[in-house]
């Protein structure tokens, strides 16, 4: 089989959620963020699967994503769809009993037209500049929001993966004085690395996406996805050989060359060509040239015997060692994994 496949561990995604569960206090909730199909981990395993482990509360992006995880989980959960009530999404927010994030109010006027007496949460901006209302906003929304009490008020830190920057402290006193506005309703302002922050970030919810698919800034986090791409053909270089797109590397001694079955077309970046390396039986073989839609080319010299397959994540290298070869960071890893892996879900059932 051509086709490579993807595992993914639902019991390290269970431990993942529950270690971050265990660092809050019982007065806090611990949703989880399962946007973007759960970081590419596939929302209708990993959502069940959290919510087997206690987990009530769920974030999306989109509504759209709020309907699909809505008919994975059934009635209960809350879920929460962070865009916001958008023109034309209020069906699928009723239908589906998803709670729009009201990031303004522009957003708030629509939930109020569309969407009466349903339940809603807010988002503050404290100084990101993404989404949320601003001082002023909701200084001018304060009484119609106390009058419709919330679900939940959230902000989001814009550096919390760096503890000591000055932004994280900033951030927190204005989301605490903020948040004094809307008196009695439930806050939350930490995502993974707000978690790691300490017990001031972590109000009545929390909210990590990126710690439970096993990526930093957590990093006692267990790995969740694994990565096995079969060899397509072996084949031996005479030095001065090209392999590849552009002839970009050329062989300097005599050289055995094991062609892999991803490419850029499954997430495996270009940028990976010269810098990364795949594991075969433990052993790390540079990628060399340039990676193709469908196909990796590796220098194998000396493995013997070659595997079937070679580990590209896994044990040897986890999302983020990847990340940093190809210059980018493993949230972009985990959600560039493509359609195409045959994929395989272990555990979860705990
Ligand atoms: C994506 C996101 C999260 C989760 O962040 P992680 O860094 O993955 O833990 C939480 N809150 C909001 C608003 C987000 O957009």
């Known amino acids: 089989m051509a086709r490579a496949t993807l595992t993914i561990d639902l019991d390290a995604v269970q431990a993942n959620w529950r270690a971050l569960d265990a660092l809050s206090g019982p007065a806090t909730a611990t949703a989880a963020v399962v946007k973007a199909d759960a970081y590419g981990c596939g929302a209708a395993r990993v959502a069940p699967a959290l919510m087997r482990a206690g987990c009530r509360h769920f974030f999306v992006a989109l509504a759209e994503e709020g309907a699909e995880l809505r008919a994975a ?7 929460f769809v962070l865009s916001g009530p958008m023109a034309g999404d209020a069906p699928l927010l009723r239908e589906h009993a998803l709670i729009p994030v009201v990031n303004s109010e522009e957003q708030l006027a629509r939930h109020r037209a569309e969407l009466a007496g349903q339940p809603y949460a807010v988002q503050l901006d404290t100084g990101m500049n993404r989404l949320g209302m601003d001082g002023l906003s909701l200084a001018r929304a304060a009484l119609g929001l106390n009058m419709a009490r919330p679900r939940l008020v959230l ?26 506005a809307l008196p009695g309703v439930p806050r939350s302002l930490a995502a993974t690395g707000g978690i790691l922050m300490g017990p001031a970030f972590h109000f009545e919810m929390t909210r990590p996406g990126i710690g439970i698919y096993g990526g930093l800034p957590f990093a006692g986090a267990r790995p969740v996805v694994s990565l096995a791409l079969p060899v397509l053909q072996l084949r031996d270089v005479m030095p001065g050989q090209t392999v590849g797109y552009g002839a970009a590397w050329t062989a300097e001694r005599p050289s055995r060359v094991a062609i892999l079955a991803a490419g ?9 060509g010269g810098r990364a390396c795949a594991f075969a039986a433990g052993r790390p073989c540079p990628v060399i040239g340039r990676v193709s839609m469908d196909m990796i080319a590796i220098d194998a010299t000396g493995i013997d015997p070659m595997p079937a397959t070679v580990e590209i994540l896994g044990p040897h290298q986890g999302i983020d060692a990847l990340a940093e070869a190809a210059g980018t960071i493993g949230y972009e890893i985990l959600t560039a994994l493509g359609s195409r892996y045959a994929r395989h879900y272990k555990g979860g059932e705990g």
């Open 73 to 79: 989980l059934g009635a209960g959960p809350e879920i």
């Open 155 to 180: 902000s989001h830190l814009a550096c919390a993966d760096s503890p000591a920057h000055p932004m994280n402290a900033a951030q927190l006193a204005a989301f605490a004085a903020m948040a004094m």
């Open 264 to 272: 850029y077309a499954d997430g495996l970046m270009r940028a990976l």
